[in-house]
Nanobody, 125 residues
Framework: QVQLVESGGGLVQAGGSLRLSCAASGRAFSAYLMGWFRQAPGKEREFVAAIRGSTSSTYYADSTKGRFTISRDNAKNTVYLQMNSLKPEDTAVYYC??????????????????WGQGTQVTVSS
């Protein structure tokens, strides 16, 4: 069982930055595929970014590429999402997710077995 705890959400003005953190339990964290997803009010949850454990290869949604950066610190069992140039449309609950086996599809939320409780990000105009 993997437990995930997100932190770092909050209220920020458009153009500002936030860094989300996700602390994970489990001895094999360095091998986990870690992802960030978000869900805005009235919308379906969508992929934001992911990072592999074995290679640290990263993947981004088109809407976040160039503004968001996903990274991980395996010594701390933590994955981060640095969000820059935030826009009001980035307002959502952000969820951390983990998968502890290989997959060819890191952008698909159905491939993730473990989820955090979410953290609210609100970007004001």
């Amino acid at each position: 069982q993997v437990q995930l705890v997100e932190s770092g959400g909050g209220l920020v003005q458009a153009g500002g930055s936030l860094r989300l953190s996700c602390a994970a339990s489990g001895r094999a964290f360095s091998a986990y595929l870690m992802g960030w997803f978000r869900q805005a009010p009235g919308k379906e949850r969508e992929f934001v970014a992911a990072i592999r454990g074995s290679t640290s290869s990263t993947y981004y949604a088109d809407s976040t590429k160039g503004r968001f950066t996903i990274s991980r610190d395996n010594a701390k069992n933590t994955v981060y999402l640095q969000m820059n140039s935030l826009k009001p449309e980035d307002t959502a609950v952000y969820y951390c997710a983990a998968r502890n086996s290989p997959t060819y599809y890191p952008r698909q939320q159905s491939n993730y077995s473990y989820w955090g409780q979410g953290t609210q990000v609100t970007v004001s105009s």
